[in-house]
C-alpha cells in the first residue's frame, strides 16, 4: 500500500494552493486552526499519510470528508460507485458485443462496402474523444430534437452516457476482432478444416472466432475498469451522480480524504480486472499455463 507513487501524490495534493477550509464562509484563523487539528491536518504530511493508510488497512477506513460534514469517504465512493457501476457495466456489455459482431462481420465480408464501411465509422468514433462526442449527442438529442433528458439523474438520463462511453470500445474492439479474426482465418488449420469438408459457419464460430477472442479479453477486463473509472468527463457533461463526478468535485473543493480514498479505490480496481483479464485467458484457451 506505501508506494512512491501515492505517497508523492499525497505531497502534491497538498502542495497546491489553498485547503478544504478556504472556502468556508468568515471563517477565522483560530477555526481553520481548530479544524485542521480536529482533522488531523496539522501534522506533518508523512505522519498523516502514514496514519491515514493504517486506517485503511486495519480497519477498511478512509476517514470522514472534509467537505460533505457528517459523512464518511467510503460511503460517498458507495453512493456514486452505485451508478458509475451501472453506467460502467451496461457500457462495457454493449461495447463488447456490438464490438465483437461488427468485428466478425468485417472479417467475413473482408474487402466489401460493408467492411469500409464499419472501418470508416469505426475510425471516427476512435479519434473522437468522448468529452467531444457526449456534447455532440448532448446538443443534437436532448437541447435540438428532446428525445432524451440531458440530466443524468432523471429517468432515461443515462441513455446518452452510456452511448458515450461505449462509442470508443466498441470501435477499438470492431478493429481489434476484425484484425485477430483476419489472422485466425489465414493459419494451416482452417485451411486443413475446409479441406476436411467442415462447415463454413463452424469453422468461422467454432474455431477462427474462439482463438480471435484472446487480444479481445486482454483489452476488455482493463476496458471496464477503465470505463467507470474514466467516466468522470462523461458524468461531468451530463451531469450524472457518480464517482468521477464526486472526484472532480472533491479535487476542486481540496477534499484531501475524499480524493485519496477515490484514488485508491480506482486504482484498485483497474489491478483487479487486469487480474480477471488473466484468468479469462485460461477458459477461452486451455492451452494457457498459469506459473
Known amino acids: ?34 479544524l485542521e487539528a480536529k482533522y488531523g491536518l496539522d501534522k506533518p504530511l508523512f505522519e498523516q499519510y502514514t496514519t491515514y493508510l493504517k486506517d485503511i488497512v486495519t480497519r477498511f ?6 467537505k460533505q460534514r457528517g459523512r464518511q469517504v467510503v ?4 453512493d456514486g460507485m452505485k451508478t458509475s457501476a451501472r453506467l460502467g457495466v451496461i457500457a462495457a456489455a454493449i461495447a463488447t458485443v456490438l464490438g465483437i459482431v461488427l468485428g466478425a462481420v468485417a472479417a467475413i465480408r473482408r474487402n466489401t462496402i460493408l467492411d469500409k464501411v464499419i472501418m470508416v465509422l469505426t475510425t471516427a468514433f476512435v479519434s473522437m474523444p468522448s468529452f467531444i462526442m457526449g456534447s455532440f449527442l448532448l446538443i443534437v438529442f436532448s437541447v435540438q430534437l428532446q428525445w432524451v433528458p440531458a440530466n443524468g439523474a432523471s429517468q432515461g438520463g443515462l441513455i446518452l452516457p452510456i452511448i458515450t462511453l461505449a462509442l470508443f470500445p466498441m470501435s477499438y474492439i470492431t478493429r481489434l476482432t476484425r484484425s485477430s479474426m483476419l489472422d485466425e482465418l489465414g493459419q494451416d488449420y482452417i485451411r486443413t478444416a475446409r479441406a476436411k469438408g467442415v462447415s463454413r459457419w463452424k469453422i468461422i464460430f467454432g474455431h477462427a472466432m474462439k482463438n480471435s477472442l484472446i487480444p479481445v479479453i486482454t483489452y476488455v477486463g482493463p476496458m471496464l475498469a477503465y470505463i467507470v473509472t474514466g467516466s468522470m468527463v462523461v458524468e461531468q457533461i451530463f451531469a450524472v451522480p ?21 484514488t485508491i479505490i480506482l486504482a484498485s480496481l483497474i489491478v483487479i480486472m487486469n487480474l480477471v483479464s488473466d484468468l479469462l485467458y485460461k477458459a477461452v484457451d486451455p492451452r494457457i499455463e498459469f506459473d
Open 1 to 34: 500500500m506505501l508506494s512512491s507513487g501515492e505517497l508523492f501524490f499525497h505531497f502534491v495534493m497538498h502542495a497546491v494552493p489553498g485547503g478544504p477550509f478556504v472556502g468556508e464562509k468568515a471563517i477565522s484563523k483560530e477555526a481553520t486552526a481548530a
Open 61 to 66: 477506513d478512509f476517514g470522514p470528508s472534509l
Open 75 to 78: 460511503d460517498v465512493i458507495a
Open 242 to 262: 457518480g464517482i468521477g463526478r464526486a472526484f472532480i468535485s472533491s479535487i476542486i473543493n481540496r477534499d484531501y480524504t475524499m480524493i485519496m480514498g477515490t
